[in-house]
């Protein structure tokens, strides 16, 4: 029986694997909830709960830089704050107005009318919009690190 929750719970963190490039998939908390379901299935045998705390700030954190790195992003490239709440509210709206292109390009159009709305010359809040683009990139790079990485050390704790 454990083998089927043991796959079970892989094809959950594959999807959740997938949902790290994916945007309209909940990457990180798909895994998690992965990590959670065979916890409970196999009366955590396999790792502690004290462990599912430490995941799930790690999955808390991977959730809110999501939101925070088309800001970031935009402030490296140069961005007021008029263009990083831009950004903040362009990833917000992006995800309820656009789906999945509103996930990956609602920080980058927040960003630029956050600048124009301040009166910012157009190539500064272009630049603050490529910055925001590129920190969703980045986010997106990471999650998909810490995704291998969650997965990997759920093979190490049951395999192993």
């Known amino acids: ?90 990833t917000v709206v992006g995800i309820f107005t656009m789906g999945f292109f509103g996930i990956i390009f609602g920080p980058l159009i927040g960003a630029v009318a956050g600048e124009l709305l301040a009166g910012k010359p157009q190539r500064q809040a272009l630049n603050a919009g490529m910055g925001a683009f590129l920190g969703f990139l980045a986010g997106s790079l990471f999650k998909l690190v810490l995704g291998l990485v969650m997965i990997a050390l759920f093979f190490w704790w049951v395999v192993f």
């Open 1 to 90: 029986m454990t083998t089927l929750f043991f796959i079970i719970t892989l094809l959950i963190m594959l999807a959740g694997l997938a949902g790290t490039v994916i945007p309209l998939l909940p990457g990180i908390p798909l895994i998690f909830a992965g990590y959670l379901l065979f916890g409970l299935l196999t009366h955590w045998q396999y790792y502690s709960l004290n462990s599912m705390v430490v995941l799930g700030m790690i999955t808390a954190l991977s959730v809110l830089l999501d939101y925070w790195v088309g800001a970031a992003g935009a402030k490296k490239y140069g961005a007021s704050s008029a263009g990083v709440w831009g950004a903040l509210i362009g």
